[in-house]
């Protein structure tokens, strides 16, 4: 992924955030995707809700594993630290950043081969450990990167640009989110921009493992007729399940006006969550009642939105028991036990 | 007359043939401690299984007051408690030895042998008396049995008294049925055999300033001292007991005293694979971190040592080796690992290694290896083994310069950042090491890189330019040479008259020393140098080049430490010639003594 500088002109008139910051400080380099990627529309909806969070730049840490969707941390807040791993393998680089500096806010993007087939296991345990990331699955049905080849998640029936169907069923990762007990499930689509970038204020700011599917259509090899991922049939089939703001801590007062038939969730730090459209009966905190709802949607439907949360869950830190200061930062003085407790303990070695 | 029936104090073996379950192992460790608090010179070794209850296991007590503590295998006394393995124990008593059998149920006629004595002790019958308990019936027949060599060798009574108290210190109904127990055999044996046998033992003043610790103790506790905080691992015999004693200590040490919170954060990880990458998650977000592990989980961590090595990432791994390939025998000792890890990972990789001999190096090279890996910024293993690792060593007390500071190599903070013009850039301006500053993530946005495994110029941009891509990795190869000057120097000890050189490693150390000593009395004296560490630096070059051959004596079929020296000094092959002893139980002199003689 050669890396292409852009040109740093800012219009004067760009809105600032807090940190007097405009929305091009958290670009990163040119994409070099293919024109009209959906990755590169995440992209910017990442780089829309970390600009609205008032995010710190250097206070975020972007990791991805390998694939075309693992490209993208280059294309977003330069400022950051970002790490490009290995194939698969990039919750269990994640669980060890965390581990190591519990203040960053962690971003991981992944795709579908990279999260449901050869890192399944280490995505499973991320979540079961409640490792506090956001865990972005840029999910097209099919490997674009060695050129068409199907993925775990593609549809039964959907065809591949040759015209060979799917045969084996998917893997779906918001019903492997929820099996599992995520803390944060939702789904969303590329194109639709307002949907997804609420959703990812929501999961940067969720204490724990917020994983956000998000169907990306892949132009150059997946977009035909036929295919399941494709914008068309995404769009046709869309079914957003639940539509949401999010509402930052300062702005608290307002988040209680909630209209009659909705739920507003608290985030952890006191940030709210407002289901401003939701199913009748829906309640996006009861793990059973979702997977049900899931369950009861036609079998093409596209079910989008921020689908479970449970705020309040202990995070793979608190789990832990660890310390409150970044483990890095702790003072080596406070690490060693020192030279007169090595001569005392060694009295039980005889 | 044969010197087995000639009187000879601390200056034998002892074989305890048991099954595995049955509560052997405290009963073995206490005769082992109790001797080394007579203050001989004593090593232990555990033979046992890949298996929780019901197959063989055995343990072997070597005394030797000149401190030789390689096995010995000849044994003087066998304590032969597991029926299913009495035709193979009784076998192995030397000439003129003895045999401690459970006499509750006549032994077969088969078995009897003329040139060794026989002892009987009704072991099951006198604990079948005594005990109600079904489990303290099996349980006790241990500590029967040790009470009964506590008078057949001479062992002091209120060693093994004081021993027994802090044991089972606040747990008294255990306490007495020990007692118990113990008085039983000791009584026996008194009013039935002579005591003590020809061999015996006598206090001795040899294990000052000495202590009684396993490797994977010695390897934990190196990384408290280290500083470690991140710890991941997946749980692999006989690597499991380096985390075990990790959480241990961690527990005693780093519970913060005013947040009451914990100081360190230990994850099990779901597979290896996992173990190495949140090793090196944590190790490029600025925590010391490490992975314990064994061969299999070696083989997988391949590709993340591959990463962490172009990446420039510092790791700390901890390779227990047991025998292999595939699951081998993993309650087995060797050397097999050595040319995996030295090369781990696919494409052009080579890693620092660190090679302890014994629990006192364990200790300080898990030190070493966290100021290397970050001096360095690359993946340090250091390469112990199951006999290192998991049996008890008699060792000089570990010792701690209170002025120690980590190492945490090139690092820029804000400070260094703000000072800086212009961009960050990952991987250029090396020191003399060939070593580029590094930047934690959360510090500075003046600080930001991308890290990847993907080719990567100087600069850390992505890259497939050949000239780029050459660069970077030519400045990698340097910088491993570069770390050949802060390896621990090898051991050498050099002999008079020496007509040839004798390398080894790690473990075989003990059996090595005392076999060149056995040889230099029998008029063939050789030189001796122990390699410590990989890269290899000029000592070893100069040792190899002053010698018209060498023998390497290592633990495995393929001669992976002898391949290592031709493929990364100037040696040559024919130069080398090789003793493998790789079935799995650590070496002994003869093993040594014979592999050489053999091929003058």
């Known amino acids: 992924?050669?890396?292409?500088?852009?040109?740093?002109?800012?219009?004067?008139?760009?809105?600032?955030?807090?940190?007097?910051?405009?929305?091009?400080?958290?670009?990163?380099?040119?994409?070099?995707?293919?024109?009209?990627?959906?990755?590169?529309?995440?992209?910017?909806?990442?780089?829309?809700?970390?600009?609205?969070?008032?995010?710190?730049?250097?206070?975020?840490?972007?990791?991805?594993?390998?694939?075309?969707?693992?490209?993208?941390?280059?294309?977003?807040?330069?400022?950051?630290?970002?790490?490009?791993?290995?194939?698969?393998?990039?919750?269990?680089?994640?669980?060890?950043?965390?581990?190591?500096?519990?203040?960053?806010?962690?971003?991981?993007?992944?795709?579908?081969?990279?999260?449901?087939?050869?890192?399944?296991?280490?995505?499973?345990?991320?979540?079961?450990?409640?490792?506090?990331?956001?865990?972005?699955?840029?999910?097209?049905?099919?490997?674009?990167?060695?050129?068409?080849?199907?993925?775990?998640s593609s549809d039964i029936g959907s065809k591949s640009k040759r015209g060979e169907p799917n045969r084996m069923a998917p893997i779906d990762p918001v019903r492997l989110g929820l099996a599992l007990g995520a803390t944060f499930v939702a789904r969303s689509f590329s194109g639709d921009k307002e949907q997804l970038?609420?959703?990812?204020?929501?999961?940067?700011?969720?204490?724990?493992?917020?994983?956000?599917?998000?169907?990306?259509?892949?132009?150059?090899?997946?977009?035909?007729?036929?295919?399941?991922?494709?914008?068309?049939?995404?769009?046709?089939?869309?079914?957003?399940?639940?539509?949401?703001?999010?509402?930052?801590?300062?702005?608290?007062?307002?988040?209680?006006?909630?209209?009659?038939?909705?739920?507003?969730?608290?985030?952890?730090?006191?940030?709210?969550?407002?289901?401003?459209?939701?199913?009748?009966?829906?309640d996006p905190t009861d793990r059973r009642k979702v997977a049900a709802y899931l369950d009861d949607q036609p079998a093409n439907a596209v079910v989008t939105g921020l689908l479970f949360i449970d705020p309040n869950a202990p995070d793979m830190h608190e789990l832990s028991q660890s310390s409150p200061t970044p483990l890095r930062d702790l003072a080596y003085e406070k690490l060693c036990p020192g030279s007169a407790e090595l001569e005392r303990l060694q009295e039980e070695f005889r | 007359m044969h010197d087995v029936l000639r009187t000879r104090v601390n200056d034998f073996a002892v074989k305890l043939a048991n099954v595995n379950g049955t509560g052997s192992a405290s009963a073995n460790g206490l005769l082992m401690q109790a001797i080394f608090r007579m203050g001989i010179p004593v090593c232990g070794k555990n033979l046992?299984?890949?298996?929780?209850?019901?197959?063989?296991?055995?343990?072997?007590?070597?005394?030797?007051?000149?401190?030789?503590?390689?096995?010995a295998l000849d044994y003087d006394l066998m304590v032969a408690m597991n029926s299913q393995t009495y035709d193979r124990d009784i076998k192995e008593v030397r000439p003129g030895g003895y045999l401690l059998y459970d006499s509750s149920w006549p032994?077969?006629?088969?078995?009897?042998?003329?040139?060794?004595?026989?002892?009987?002790?009704?072991?099951?019958?006198?604990?079948?008396?005594?005990?109600?308990?079904?489990?303290?019936?099996?349980?006790?027949?241990?500590i029967?049995?040790?009470?009964?060599?506590?008078?057949t060798l001479d062992i002091d009574m209120e060693v093994v008294n004081a021993l027994l108290e802090e044991k089972f210190a606040?747990?008294?109904?255990?306490?007495?049925?020990?007692?118990?127990?113990?008085?039983?055999?000791?009584?026996?044996?008194?009013?039935?055999?002579?005591?003590?046998?020809?061999?015996?033992l006598e206090k001795m003043d040899s294990n000052q300033g000495k202590i009684l610790i396993d490797g994977n103790t010695a390897t934990a506790l190196g990384a408290i001292y280290a500083g470690c905080?991140?710890?991941?691992?997946?749980?692999?015999?006989?690597?499991?007991?380096?985390?075990?004693?990790?959480?241990?200590?961690?527990?005693?040490?780093?519970?913060?005293?005013?947040?009451?919170?914990?100081?360190?954060?230990?994850?099990?990880?779901?597979?290896?694979?996992?173990?190495?990458?949140?090793?090196?998650?944590?190790?490029?977000?600025?925590?010391?971190?490490?992975?314990?592990?064994?061969?299999?989980?070696?083989?997988?961590?391949?590709?993340?040592?591959?990463?962490?090595?172009?990446?420039?990432?510092p790791a700390v791994v901890v390779d227990v080796q047991r025998v292999g390939p595939s699951t081998g025998m993993p309650t087995r000792t060797q050397q097999s690992d050595l040319l995996l890890a030295a090369y781990a990972s696919h494409g052009d990789t080579r890693h620092i290694l660190l090679f302890p001999a014994n629990p006192h190096e364990c200790f300080h090279f898990a030190v070493k290896a966290f100021d290397l890996a970050e001096r360095f910024q690359t993946p340090v293993i250091m390469?112990?083994?199951?006999?290192?690792?998991?049996?008890?060593?008699?060792?000089?007390?570990?010792?701690?310069?209170?002025?120690?500071?980590?190492?945490?190599?090139?690092?820029?903070?804000?400070?260094?950042?703000?000072?800086?013009?212009?961009?960050?850039?990952?991987?250029?301006?090396?020191d003399e090491n060939f070593v580029a500053a590094r930047t934690l993530p959360g510090v500075s946005e003046k600080g930001s890189y991308f890290t990847r495994g993907s080719g990567h110029n100087k600069f850390g941009g992505y890259t497939e330019m050949p000239d780029e891509y050459q660069e970077v990795m030519d400045r990698l190869k340097k910088k491993h040479a570069a770390a050949a000057k802060f390896i621990p120097e090898p051991e050498l000890l050099r002999r008079e008259g020496a007509r040839f050189g004798v390398i080894a490693m790690g473990g075989c150390d003990p059996a090595v020393r005392e076999a060149l000593d056995q040889l230099e009395r029998q008029g063939t004296p050789a030189d001796y140098l122990r390699v410590r560490g990989f890269p290899f630096g000029e000592v070893v070059e100069k040792f190899l080049a002053e010698h018209d051959f060498c023998f390497v004596v290592e633990q495995s079929r393929d001669a992976q430490l002898r391949s290592l020296l031709t493929l990364e000094t100037a040696v040559a092959k024919d130069k080398l010639r090789s003793v493998l002893v790789y079935g799995g139980f650590p070496l002994s002199s003869r093993h040594v003594v014979q592999g050489i003689l053999s091929q003058l």
């Not at chain 1, 990039?90 to 971003?107: K, Q």
């Not at chain 2, 690792?389 to 007390?397: F, H, L, Y």
């Open chain 1, 1 to 152: 992924m050669p890396s292409i500088a852009k040109p740093i002109a800012t219009h004067p008139t760009l809105q600032r955030n807090s940190l007097g910051l405009t929305i091009r400080d958290y670009e990163g380099s040119m994409s070099t995707l293919c024109a009209g990627c959906g990755h590169d529309s995440i992209t910017a909806a990442v780089i829309r809700a970390l600009w609205e969070l008032d995010t710190e730049p250097h206070m975020v840490a972007k990791l991805s594993g390998i694939g075309c969707s693992s490209k993208t941390p280059t294309y977003f807040v330069s400022g950051a630290h970002g790490f490009n791993s290995a194939h698969g393998r990039m919750p269990a680089i994640a669980t060890g950043a965390a581990a190591a500096n519990r203040d960053l806010l962690y971003i991981g993007v992944s795709g579908d081969g990279d999260s449901l087939s050869i890192g399944l296991g280490q995505m499973c345990h991320a979540i079961r450990r409640n490792l506090r990331m956001a865990y972005i699955l840029e999910n097209n049905g099919v490997y674009g990167l060695t050129k068409g080849q199907f993925s775990a």
């Open chain 1, 197 to 282: 970038v609420p959703i990812l204020k929501a999961a940067f700011t969720h204490r724990g493992f917020a994983l956000v599917d998000v169907v990306s259509p892949c132009v150059t090899f997946n977009d035909h007729e036929g295919s399941t991922k494709s914008y068309k049939h995404t769009r046709k089939n869309t079914l957003r399940a639940t539509q949401a703001d999010f509402v930052p801590p300062q702005s608290e007062i307002l988040a209680q006006i909630t209209k009659s038939g909705t739920t507003a969730v608290t985030m952890h730090d006191g940030s709210v969550v407002n289901f401003t459209a939701v199913p009748k009966d829906y």
């Open chain 2, 48 to 71: 046992f299984p890949s298996n929780i209850q019901g197959l063989p296991t055995w343990y072997e007590i070597r005394v030797n007051k000149d401190g030789y503590s390689a096995r």
């Open chain 2, 107 to 142: 032994l077969d006629p088969d078995l009897h042998r003329e040139d060794i004595t026989f002892l009987g002790v009704p072991l099951a019958e006198m604990c079948n008396q005594h005990f109600e308990d079904p489990r303290a019936r099996i349980l006790m027949k241990n």
């Open chain 2, 144 to 151: 029967a049995y040790a009470g009964a060599m506590v008078a």
């Open chain 2, 170 to 200: 606040g747990k008294k109904a255990l306490h007495e049925s020990n007692r118990k127990a113990l008085q039983l055999g000791y009584q026996y044996a008194k009013d039935h055999f002579e005591c003590p046998l020809p061999f015996r």
């Open chain 2, 229 to 313: 905080t991140v710890a991941a691992w997946y749980p692999i015999t006989p690597a499991t007991s380096v985390m075990d004693g990790f959480k241990a200590f961690c527990e005693q040490y780093r519970k913060d005293p005013e947040t009451g919170k914990n100081n360190y954060l230990i994850l099990q990880a779901e597979d290896e694979l996992a173990a190495i990458g949140m090793v090196l998650g944590a190790s490029w977000n600025g925590a010391r971190a490490f992975t314990s592990t064994a061969g299999p989980g070696l083989s997988l961590m391949n590709e993340l040592l591959g990463f962490g090595y172009y990446a420039e990432i």
């Open chain 2, 383 to 430: 390469m112990s083994d199951l006999d290192i690792g998991m049996n008890d060593w008699v060792v000089p007390r570990l010792s701690w310069d209170d002025a120690y500071r980590p190492d945490r190599g090139r690092i820029l903070d804000a400070e260094d950042l703000e000072k800086k013009i212009g961009k960050f850039q990952r991987y250029h301006n090396e």
